[in-house]
């Protein structure tokens, strides 16, 4: 059924936070779509090497990432 790609920096979340992206996810979307469908959905989180992500024109590294994240 529904198929959501997320599409992250590698090595800026942890297990346990890629964890939580799937749950909140399929619960956002849940609250949309309903919960039967948000029972059926797949979420997949795939990591980005750094330097291959553009950003405002300008390939971005994993410290780019990590930096935006602390920054809030």
Do not use: C, N
Request: glycine fraction near 12%; aromatic fraction near 6%; avoid cysteine.
């Amino acid at each position: 059924m529904p198929l959501i790609d997320v599409q992250v920096m590698e090595g800026v979340f942890s297990t346990d936070e890629k964890a939580q992206i799937i749950a909140r996810v399929t619960e956002g979307f849940g609250k949309v779509a309903g919960h039967t469908l948000a029972d059926a959905t797949s979420v997949r989180v795939h990591e980005i090497p750094g330097g291959s992500w553009g950003y405002a024109g300008t390939a971005m590294t994993t410290e780019d990432a990590r930096a935006m994240r602390a920054r809030g």
